[in-house]
């Protein structure tokens, strides 16, 4: 049973920073893409940044710049730097990843966590 915990979310001002942590546990052959992703309560989750297995990024448009991902192959975790919070940024973030199992190869997805930006 392949799990995702995530970590690192809280309340930061504005301009200030935190970074995002997302670990994945259990049994697992490959991993694919990673990413990060944010919904607002009643709003469609979104994307805000991926990552392939070869290191090649990806990035909403409203992160760029401000926002890093990267990951550890060896650990199993995706990260995501957060620079320069906006209050629009406040959402509850999920880690998504791509892995492949004894069985069957699908996305996990992490519980989420929130990040709040506000003064």
């Known amino acids: 049973q392949v799990q995702l915990v995530e970590s690192g979310g809280g309340l930061v001002q504005p301009g200030g920073s935190l970074r995002l942590s997302c670990a994945a546990s259990?049994?697992?052959?490959?991993?694919?893409?990673m990413g990060w992703f944010r919904q607002a309560p009643g709003k469609q989750r979104e994307l805000v940044a991926t990552i392939t297995s070869g290191g090649i990024t990806n990035y909403a448009d409203s992160v760029k710049g401000r926002f890093t991902i990267s990951r550890d192959n060896a650990k199993a975790t995706v990260y995501l730097q957060m620079s320069a919070l906006k209050p629009e940024d406040t959402d509850v973030y999920y880690c998504?990843?791509?892995?492949?199992?004894?069985?069957?190869?699908?996305?996990?997805w992490g519980q989420g966590t929130q990040v709040t930006v506000s003064s």
């Open positions: 998504r990843q791509n892995i492949a199992t004894l069985t069957e190869r699908h996305d996990y």
């Open positions: 259990g049994i697992m052959l490959s991993i694919y893409d």
